[in-house]
């Protein structure tokens, strides 16, 4: 008789993110990253509720700042506009989804996820690493990934390596580090 599979919330909104992350590499099916991405965020939002998250909790309120007062269930609305296109189909079944950057949307939120589940977990796995070295270097304009970067035992040396590779060159050597790593939470 076949072992009865278990997993915990934590390990699926993980699992979710990883597999999102090969596709964001990829640069393929962004529609299905961004599927995985959105279930990931539900979880760790949902769980945020039973174990605060500081990155959580900064973001909702810098976006309750911004939202006029009285939108914000309209901000969420559109902010989960791509997610709910795919999840519900049969309200709109000949709708099309358009005006969203769905790429750069999956890298945001692959940063944010990662992010999320480091501070939770106070360690990456090696994928999880992968991706946000991936949005690191990708988005280096609103996100300072050197000074993150800087917190971490990597030399000034080896970041400015990795750094003035070229987009493409980076990307297949974290591809072929995807792969060799597998998944080790």
């Known amino acids: 008789m076949k072992k009865a599979y278990s997993i915990d919330k934590m390990n ?3 699992l979710h993110v990883e597999a999102a992350t090969l596709l964001v590499l ?6 299905a990253a961004h ?13 945020s509720t ?3 998250s500081e990155l959580i ?5 810098a976006v309750v700042k911004l939202v006029k007062p009285g939108h914000e269930k309209e901000w969420i609305k559109y902010q989960n506009r791509a997610a709910n296109f795919f999840k519900h189909a049969d309200r709109d079944p000949d709708e099309i989804l358009s005006g969203i950057d769905l790429p750069a949307v999956n890298q945001a939120e692959l940063l ?6 480091g501070e ?10 992968i991706a946000l070295c991936y949005c690191g270097f990708k ?3 609103w996100f300072d990934f050197r000074a993150y970067v800087s917190k971490s035992d990597a030399s000034e040396m080896e970041f400015d390596y990795y750094q003035n590779m070229s987009d493409q060159k980076r990307t297949e050597l974290l591809l072929l580090a995807y792969d060799r790593f597998g998944h080790d939470n």
């Not at 990829?26 to 529609?31: A, G, L």
């Not at 599927?35 to 769980?47: G, I, K, M, N, P």
């Open 12 to 14: 699926a909104a993980i």
């Open 26 to 31: 990829r640069d393929e099916h962004h529609e």
């Open 35 to 47: 599927t995985l991405l959105s279930a990931a965020r539900r979880v760790l939002w949902d769980l």
């Open 50 to 52: 039973e174990r605060p």
């Open 57 to 61: 909790e900064k973001l909702k309120n």
């Open 112 to 117: 944010l996820l990662t992010m999320v589940i």
């Open 120 to 129: 939770y977990n106070c360690r990456l796995s090696h994928r999880l690493t």
């Open 139 to 141: 988005e280096p304009g």
